[in-house]
């Protein structure tokens, strides 16, 4: 610490996991920091997620390894399977990175145990204020999401693109708790599960088609469209969808990571510089990427303009892969026909006979660290 942030003031707007993230990581290093965040109450509909080692490093560094791991569960690999449930690859931590540390977790969970860390720490975080025109503070933060105001400030108003995607999620109570991501694909569709702790099971069901669904989290659907879509699946996924009983649905949409991130002033992070597809599991563990290294970068400069900078020049590319490798597995997932037999027979026999190679064309995302 240089003693850059201290004292200094910093408006946030979003308090999601970028942002509170963001805030806990300035305080930390004497910023004063207050957050404007629209909703009223923390309610987040049933959605977990897998915090892989590259954003639990970032966690510890924030003085949360305690509370985090209290209120999520360990993770020890992924299991590629095929729709009737038939091993086709297993991605095996445990084996692979023994020391690194695979969690999964309710996103309020971890919503929580960072607001209650960031207002530890002196952050005002401010609910039910909607953000319509920018503030005009000195160092402003947009973590606002998807369809974020601070982003179009910077970059002008972009169109993303529906992927022909779209995905139910949704929390079941479960007692198998072996820690595993299991994926299960078919065509034009596939389904992923891992258990979240306290008896909850997350999944999460993607299907191809042509009709369109608005980008955002909050619409619902029946229980029974689910179900009726993934009825050809084997191994334990009719047990699971037997077990829903509500379930949100969305589009999944293509969009180009931001151009510009900062102008001196504000700076973007998070969902709002690089929305990415789900399918590499890593939208909230860049953000929290993001958020330790822009605080480190206003922490060693204060030159607050070269300091933002120099934050989008060290965030910029490796988001950029990342979101490019999530959209690569999202056509992985769903071949069909001759090309989906090819390719599952070639993983299989990969698995076989060198199991780690698999692995290790991750290991860049995971093995990444942030705080180094
Ligand atoms: C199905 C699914 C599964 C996922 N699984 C994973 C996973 O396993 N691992 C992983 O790392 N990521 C996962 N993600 C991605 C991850 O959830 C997001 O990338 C992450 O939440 C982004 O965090 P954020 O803080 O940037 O944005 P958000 O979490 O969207 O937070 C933005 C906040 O800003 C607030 N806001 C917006 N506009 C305004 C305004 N004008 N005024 C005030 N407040 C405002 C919003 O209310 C919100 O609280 C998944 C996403 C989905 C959809």
Redesign the pocket.
């Known amino acids: 610490m240089t003693g850059a942030l201290q004292g200094q003031q910093a408006t946030i707007?979003?308090?999601?996991?970028?942002?509170l993230t963001a805030a806990l990581a300035l305080a930390r290093r004497g910023a004063r920091v207050t957050v404007?965040?629209?909703?009223g109450a923390r309610r987040e509909v049933g959605?977990?997620?897998?915090?892989?080692p590259n954003?639990g490093r970032v966690l510890e560094a924030l003085g949360l390894a305690a509370p985090f791991q209290a209120a999520s569960q360990a993770s020890h690999g992924v299991e590629l399977r095929d729709q009737r449930g038939a091993l086709v690859l297993h991605l095996d931590f445990a084996r692979w990175r023994p020391q690194a540390s695979f969690r999964?977790i309710h996103?309020a969970r971890l919503v929580e145990l960072l607001d209650t860390a960031a207002r530890d720490h002196g952050v005002e975080i401010r609910l039910n204020?909607?953000?319509?025109s920018l503030p005009e503070a000195a160092l402003l933060i947009g973590?606002?999401?998807?369809?974020?105001?601070v982003r179009r400030a910077l970059n002008g108003t972009e169109t993303p693109f529906f992927t022909g995607q779209t995905?139910w999620?949704a929390i079941i109570q479960d007692d198998d708790q072996q820690p595993l991501t299991r994926v299960f694909m078919g065509s034009g569709r596939h389904l992923v599960s891992y258990p979240l702790g306290f008896g909850q099971r997350n999944l999460?069901a993607v299907l191809e088609r042509d009709n369109w669904t608005e980008e955002r989290?909050s619409q619902t659907d029946d229980p029974a469209n689910l179900r009726r879509a993934f009825a050809g699946f084997g191994g334990p996924v009719q047990g699971w969808l037997d077990r829903v009983t509500e379930t949100g649905l969305?589009g999944l949409f293509r969009h180009q990571v931001a151009a510009r991130w900062q102008d001196g002033r504000m700076a973007i992070?998070?969902?709002?510089a690089h929305?990415?597809l789900?399918f590499l599991?890593?939208?909230?563990?860049?953000?929290i990427e993001d958020a330790w290294t822009l605080a480190a970068c206003l922490d060693a400069d204060p030159d607050q303009p070269r300091a933002l900078s120099r934050y989008q020049q060290l965030r910029q590319p490796r988001c950029t892969r990342i979101v490019a490798a999530a959209t690569a597995n999202a056509r992985n997932y769903h071949l069909s026909g001759p090309k989906r037999v090819a390719a599952h027979a070639a993983l299989r026999l990969a698995n076989r006979l060198a199991p780690r190679t698999a692995f290790e064309r991750f290991a860049w995302v995971y093995d990444h660290d942030p705080t180094a």
């Open positions: 707007i979003g308090g999601g996991i970028g942002g404007l965040e629209r909703a959605a977990g997620i897998q915090v892989s954003a999964t996103r204020t909607h953000v319509d973590a606002d999401g998807l369809h974020s105001r995905a999620r999460v989290w969305w992070l998070g969902d709002a929305p990415t789900p599991a890593q939208g909230a563990c860049m953000a």
